[in-house]
């Protein structure tokens, strides 16, 4: 039985429970004030909050292997660089800083000569910033910012996490993740799927629960207290529905099933599923923690390892989408307002063509490498002047097949203009549903604006659909509307050619569409695209197309 229960909403299926770890909140700067009336004890605190913070990492680092033990001993040797615990100290003496302060602007100033050294050197600047931050927390005597090394089988609880601490999460320690804040499109629920961990978002209350344990069902949305002492329990794997892997309806259509991967270990998961191929390789996911741009030749390296799989498959690569939540430090403005309409995806490319010119010749020869069928294509593209500009420059680098993606309602209303200079289409409905209703796809008070069953969404995508009917060129769906068995039989019969989505869902997908007839399809489409509101969409839907769950 639960003593308490919240509700949120399910990003990622699966129960599990067990103890509670907390995600502590970014830091922010510490306060220059008040200056410490004794300047010199205030200096001496810095260097044992230095030791403290080393000796807390190597005794973490001896009960680790491999990679993750020598990363935790680099960033204790770092912590007890003489160097930093002595400018800091100066900046106590003689700048009256309190000492939290003056270890963040010293460690500052080692990261950013860091940055301007370049290459290897550069990419060691965010490892000096997560030692300031570990002795600044130890100086203000709480815990250190971001996902804490876990002793054992855990629920996270944080208010919301960055893409690329959720990247980093071991699915091994991490039986669940629930956040307080986040929506179901977001990148940190996106993520959580393909890692497989069940995951609930938009907890409210739950960070100031003080709960010890928690069973958690990321498929309804529930987070229980339990009443007595919390089992630990990893979420059972589900039972997958027979599907031969290839993407048809019953009466013979073809529809694509096909992955979104970021990663090479995504790539081989896809493969083991049965994709047909990619139909979104999301290549800012490679370079979330990157500091500054990665070379040709790392990119093709890295391009060609998730690649290699599908030798001789389509695979769908995307260029760059920095921004709005995946802020890549290396290339997004550090300064704009609102970022989710600001210089992102393309726009960044457009400014800076050199990044993106160097981004297509390392695709190619990726693609060479591999085997693989590449298509490019260009996110956050508005016009189809925009449209034109990048497949002249995917052409000049030799790739044979351009593409965009329509995640913009004003690509959507250009769906033909657009489709006449590219060879395909792809609807992120992510992006896609945050800019039809104004509403931030991370914030999980707004979820259900950002439910892709939404008629009004629904009526953008059929444009898109009959735009792609009329030219004769294919339309994909890479959002995460995609992975819903029901909606992605309403958007084939919406004119939609391949479904591309996390492995986990390729099979269930797969399944259901082929129980179907693309008459059916049609019909579920009519009666989705009339409906009042997402329920009702959803509901005739699924009488229209008969037993789909
Ligand atoms: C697939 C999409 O791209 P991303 O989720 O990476 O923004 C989308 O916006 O639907
Ligand atoms: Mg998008």
């Not at 390392?362 to 591999?370: F, G, P, V």
Request: aromatic share 2%.
């Amino acid at each position: 039985m639960a003593a308490l229960q919240l509700t949120g909403v399910g990003v990622s299926p699966g129960r599990a429970s067990g103890p509670v770890v907390r995600v502590a909140e970014p830091l922010g700067e510490p306060s220059a004030v008040p200056a410490p009336t004794d300047a010199e004890a205030e200096a001496g605190r810095i260097a044992p909050a230095a030791a403290a913070v080393a000796d807390r990492l190597n005794a973490k680092a001896a009960t680790v292997e491999g990679d993750s033990r020598a990363v935790l001993e680099t960033t204790a040797a770092m912590a007890m660089d003489p160097a930093l615990a002595k400018q800091a100290a100066k900046l106590v003496r003689e700048r009256a800083l309190p000492a939290p302060r003056a270890v963040f602007e010293a460690a500052n100033v080692f990261a950013a000569s860091l940055e301007a050294a370049g290459g290897y050197l550069a990419e060691r600047a965010q490892d000096v910033r997560d030692v300031r931050d570990r002795i600044v927390a130890e100086l203000l005597g709480i815990d250190p910012p971001g996902v804490p090394e876990l002793a054992g089988p855990s629920v996270l609880v944080a208010r919301d996490l960055a893409p690329a601490d959720t990247a980093g999460l071991d699915p091994a320690k991490v039986l669940a993740l629930v956040t307080e804040e986040g929506g179901p499109t977001s990148h940190t629920a996106i993520l959580a799927r393909s890692l497989g961990i069940p995951a609930v978002v938009a907890v409210r209350g739950v960070l100031a629960l003080e709960a010890e344990g928690l069973i958690v069902d990321g498929a309804t949305g529930s987070v229980e207290v339990p009443d007595g002492p919390v089992e630990v329990v990893a979420a059972a794997v589900q039972a997958e529905p027979e599907w031969d892997g290839v993407g048809r309806t019953s009466d013979g259509q073809r529809v694509k099933i096909i992955a979104n991967v970021g990663s090479a270990e995504d790539a081989a998961t896809s493969v083991a599923a049965g994709a047909e191929g990619v139909g979104l390789f999301r290549t800012e996911f490679c370079y979330l923690s990157a500091t500054t741009e990665p070379s040709v030749e790392a990119q093709r390296a890295a391009y060609a390892k998730v690649l290699s799989p599908f030798q001789g498959k389509p695979v769908v690569v995307r260029t760059l989408d920095a921004g709005a939540d995946k802020p890549l430090p290396f290339l997004t403005p550090e300064d704009e307002p609102n970022p989710a309409l600001g210089v992102r995806g393309l726009r960044i490319g457009r400014e800076q063509q050199g990044v993106l010119d160097r981004q297509l010749e390392a695709i190619a020869a990726a693609a060479t490498d591999s085997g693989a069928e590449v298509s490019v294509m260009a996110p956050m593209v508005a016009t189809a002047e925009e449209a034109a500009w990048f497949a002249e420059r995917v052409r000049a680098a030799g790739l044979p097949r351009a593409g965009v993606m329509i995640e913009i309602p004003a690509a959507a209303l250009s769906a033909k203009e657009i489709l006449a200079e590219v060879d395909f289409v792809s609807l992120g409905t992510n992006d896609l549903a945050q800019y039809v209703f104004a509403a931030d796809r991370m914030l999980g008070a707004l979820a259900s604006l950002n439910d892709p069953w939404q008629p009004a969404l629904l009526r953008l995508i059929a444009l898109v659909g009959e735009a792609g009917i009329a030219l004769g060129k294919p339309v994909g769906v890479c959002g995460e509307a995609a992975a819903d068995p029901a909606l992605g039989c309403v958007l084939v019969g919406l004119g939609v050619t391949s479904l591309s989505m996390n492995a986990a869902a390729l099979a269930r997908v797969g399944s259901t569409l082929g129980g179907v007839t693309a008459d059916a399809c049609r019909e579920a489409a009519r009666a989705a695209l009339a409906a009042k509101d997402p329920a009702h969409a959803r509901e005739a839907a699924r009488a229209a197309l008969g037993t789909v769950s």
